[in-house]
C-alpha cells in the first residue's frame, strides 16, 4: 500500500487502488492535483472556460494580466491533468480553441464557490491586512 513514482513530476498517473487518497498525506500524488489547482492563474482561467472555447488571445485577454508564456505553462499543465482540450483547426492562420473537458467541468463548482467567496468578504480581508499592517507599524516589525 504504497504510491508508485514513476513520472516525470515524482508520481505515477494512476493511484494504489487499495489506499485512499489523502492530500494530507505527503506522499500522496493527490497533493500534486491540489498544488495544480491552486496555482495563480488555474481558477481563472477556468472560469473564462466556463463559457466555451476559447482561442489564446481572447482567454488571455478574458484572464487579464497574465503573461503570454505563463499563460501557456498554465494551459499546457491543465491539459496534461486532463482538465482542458487544445485542439488545432488545419487552417491558415492556424486557429487554436480551448474547451473544458468533462473533468475541468466538474472542478468548475468549487472555483465558483472560491470565487463567491472571495468577492464576498473581499472588504473583510482588505480590513485584517490594515488592522496588521498597522500592528506591525506601531510593534517596529
Do not use: K
Request: aromatic share 6%; net charge negative.
Amino acid at each position: 500500500m504504497r504510491w508508485i513514482s514513476v513520472s516525470s513530476n515524482g508520481y505515477s498517473d494512476s493511484v494504489d487502488s487499495i489506499q485512499s487518497a489523502n492530500v494530507m498525506d505527503p506522499a500522496c500524488p493527490s497533493r500534486e492535483v491540489l498544488r495544480r489547482i491552486g496555482e495563480r492563474w488555474t481558477p481563472l482561467v477556468m472560469e473564462a472556460l466556463s463559457t466555451g472555447p476559447l482561442r489564446f488571445t481572447r482567454l488571455r485577454e478574458a484572464v487579464g494580466g497574465v503573461t503570454p508564456r505563463v499563460l501557456t505553462a498554465t494551459l499546457r499543465g491543465l491539459e496534461e491533468d486532463g482538465l482542458l482540450t487544445r485542439t488545432i483547426y488545419a487552417e491558415v492562420p492556424p486557429r487554436v480553441e480551448y474547451e473544458l473537458t468533462p473533468l475541468g467541468e466538474s472542478l468548475l463548482e468549487p472555483i465558483h464557490v472560491n470565487r463567491r467567496w472571495a468577492e464576498t468578504h473581499l472588504h473583510d480581508v482588505l480590513a485584517a491586512r490594515e488592522r496588521w499592517d498597522s500592528a506591525q507599524t506601531q510593534t517596529g516589525s
